[in-house]
T-cell receptor
Framework: AQSVAQPEDQVNVAEGNPLTVKCTYS??????LFWYVQYPNRGLQFLLK??????LVKGSYGFEAEFNKSQTSFHLKKPSALVSDSALYFC???????????FGRGTSLIVHP | GAVVSQHPSRVICKSGTSVKIECRSL??????MFWYRQFPKQSLMLMAT?????????EQGVEKDKFLINHASLTLSTLTVTSAHPEDSSFYIC???????????????FGPGTRLTVL
């Protein structure tokens, strides 16, 4: 069985400061990991994914995530937050061979001017 | 990147009527499409998975006779909410996986969602 946890309902950060949105997962074997962002009344937009290779994955809008196998984590990061980054962020995990991901409950990121 | 569209973006209907939502992959062929339901400030709940030309696979607790899914082509899937009631009001999102590439690594691309309000 696969599962993913986003331990924070909300993350607050000042504009210009680095941000981290946390995600931990549980799967059998090696995971496929994804981050999506959702703006109000919109669908999810793909940010980045980890399949294999480099543990540091770079994605859209300056976001990156680091795959840490020993800690079973895939935290989303950005060096300098923008107010426009304020949105709902979802982490998702998928077992190899499966098309169906499991989504975390989402973390609301609020970037203050 | 791959684009998925949904139509309509918003629909208001009377209780007892049926509503059809379309999901299209615009620039790629989708082997598999997914239908999700999202409640306010909550995560996505997978309703069903549909493959082109075959019956949809519904998640436990989802009424297949109420939420009819048709995946008629590699670019179109439809969700029909039959005899809608106020409790069916929700945000419905579809997603699609591209046919090309290595299936197990393919990314899901999401539509913009449809806000259904049943009066």
């Amino acid at each position: 069985a696969q599962s993913v946890a986003q331990p924070e309902d909300q993350v607050n950060v000042a504009e210009g400061n680095p941000l981290t949105v946390k995600c931990t997962y549980s799967v059998s074997g090696n995971p496929y990991l994804f981050w999506y962002v959702q703006y109000p009344n919109r669908g999810l937009q793909f940010l980045l994914k980890y399949i294999t290779g480099d543990n540091l994955v770079k994605g859209s809008y300056g976001f990156e995530a680091e795959f840490n196998k020993s800690q079973t984590s895939f935290h989303l990061k950005k060096p300098s937050a923008l107010v426009s980054d304020s949105a709902l962020y979802f982490c998702a995990v998928r077992e190899r061979g499966s098309y169906i991901p499991t989504f975390g409950r989402g973390t609301s990121l609020i970037v203050h001017p | 990147g791959a684009v998925v569209s949904q139509h309509p973006s918003r629909v208001i209907c009377k209780s007892g009527t049926s509503v059809k939502i379309e999901c299209r992959s615009l620039d790629f062929q989708a082997t598999t499409m997914f239908w999700y339901r999202q409640f306010p400030k909550q995560s996505l709940m997978l309703m069903a998975t549909s493959n082109e030309g075959s019956k949809a696979t519904y998640e436990q607790g989802v009424e297949k006779d109420k939420f009819l899914i048709n995946h008629a082509s590699l670019t179109l899937s439809t969700l029909t909410v039959t005899s809608a009631h106020p409790e069916d009001s929700s945000f419905y999102i579809c997603s699609a996986i591209e046919l090309a590439g290595v299936p197990s690594t393919d990314t899901q691309y999401f539509g913009p969602g449809t806000r259904l309000t049943v009066l």
